[in-house]
């Protein structure tokens, strides 16, 4: 068997290392999942955070500003 760079149990996270990863407060973290705006689990009263699930949603909110080449998408004439 392949051994990977880290272990499965590295692959859920826990608020703490969800927000130090994330690199954003704990706080935010929280209001980000009560807003149903991150995915996690909730477990009990605990949240947990799936790394590669993390990864994804992260990719996707990635701002891509729109390239027009300096076009004008306005057609006023």
Known sequence: MPEK????????????E?????????????????DDELPAAKVGRHWRFHRETLEKW?????????ENN?????SGS
């Open 18 to 34: 969800a927000s130090a990863w994330l690199k954003i407060p704990k706080s935010t973290l929280y209001k980000l999942c009560s």
């Open 70 to 74: 300096g076009a004008n998408d306005n």
């Open 58 to 66: 992260l990719l996707e909110k990635i701002h891509h500003p729109q």
């Open 5 to 16: 760079q880290h272990s499965k149990h590295d692959d859920v996270m826990n608020a703490d």
